[in-house]
């Protein structure tokens, strides 16, 4: 027997001896049968010196049916019982946050500066790839997504089912959005999305490899709104503001993390940002609930089938056997 196997209600088995105890209790069963009149029976017991008494027909026991009536009993107080295997306790995931990927979509992540598996790819490739296993790893969150660009929209709301978000995040492509960066409408937009929510706990993710368009609302001015719902806003600066290639503004993403209590991170690399999805699940780590969950495996099924498959057995065995007899005499 494996050490993880339990009874849930082992206080069952004082029942075992149940059907013994009625047996010796309660008086035999008694059936009235006809009977034949004998007129000399009187005289016959004075001559036969004998004293006529009352009595009856006690059939004999067939063990062999009781043992087997009495397997029943047992099997069907271990099911009762409810047999199970118990598993490690885990801590359960404790659901109670919302974090937004809002990420930039604008021409210029189509830039071939970012090298994944020894090959040259799109900036915005190599972001989806590990953005990927971090999505994955966030169980503990409903997850949304955001794509921005000249406009900001909604690609996925926020939903429990990562991998549908795995799904959402790879359908979106570079210039969906448009092909400036408006990091301020892409913070609204998002701060849209967290009040049709009632989750008080809110994370932002920000990602953009360019300067804000100047258009609609500033970054600061949306980061303020952020600010005052609440919402953190850890923002990630695509490439290397030293190369001529990039326009990176990351004073702006540096006052919006600042502002909002989050962090600033700057990938110029894969790796790098390999290695700011470590940390950002360090800053935000997966929350538990005090209570322990322990995974279960009732079994109370298996005793249960096999006596409702004994007492089936019993039931074809005397049909047979009445069949059996009435084909002799007949």
């Given at each position: ?22 047996y ?27 004293k ?29 019982a ?13 659901t ?17 500066d ?34 921005f ?44 999305l ?126 047979l ?8 005499r007949?």
């Amino acid at each position: 027997m494996p050490d993880n196997f339990q009874f849930a209600y082992p206080l069952v088995a004082l029942l075992i001896p149940l059907p013994l105890i009625i047996y010796w209790l309660l008086p035999p069963i008694k059936n009235r049968s006809t009977a034949l009149k004998f007129p000399y029976f009187h005289r016959a017991a004075e001559v036969t010196n004998q004293k006529p008494k009352r009595a009856s027909y006690i059939k004999k026991r067939n063990w062999f049916s009781w043992i087997l009536m009495y397997t029943i009993w047992l099997l069907l107080l271990i099911a009762l019982a409810s047999p199970e295997l118990v598993g490690k306790p885990e801590k359960k995931i404790k659901t109670a946050r919302n974090f937004l990927i809002v990420a930039d979509i604008s021409f210029s992540m189509a830039n071939t500066d970012w090298v994944l598996d020894g090959k040259r790819v799109t900036r915005w490739a190599a972001v989806k790839d590990i953005m990927h296993e971090f999505i994955g790893n966030r169980k503990s969150d409903r997850m949304g997504l955001v794509f921005f660009g000249s406009n900001a929209y909604i690609q996925a709301p926020f939903t429990s089912d990562l991998k549908t978000i795995q799904t959402m995040l790879d359908e979106a492509d570079v210039g969906m959005a448009g092909q400036m960066t408006n990091i301020g409408k892409a913070i609204v937009k998002g701060m849209d999305l967290f009040q049709r929510d009632t989750i008080q706990s809110k994370v932002m993710l920000l990602l953009t490899d360019g300067v804000d368009s100047g258009e609609a609302i500033l970054p600061l001015d949306a980061a303020n709104l952020a600010k005052k719902d609440s919402t953190v806003i850890y923002t990630i600066g695509i490439g290397d503001p030293g190369s001529s290639s990039s326009d990176l503004d990351e004073r702006t993403l540096q006052e919006i993390s600042e502002m909002t209590g989050g962090k600033y991170f700057r990938a110029k690399d894969t790796k790098g940002l390999e290695n700011i999805y470590t940390e950002l699940d360090t800053l935000e780590p997966i929350e538990y609930e005090e209570e322990s969950f322990i995974p279960k495996t009732l079994l109370y099924y298996i005793p249960l089938g096999a006596a409702l498959a004994l007492a089936a057995f019993i039931v074809l065995m005397n049909n047979l056997i009445l069949l059996f007899k009435r084909f002799r005499r007949d």
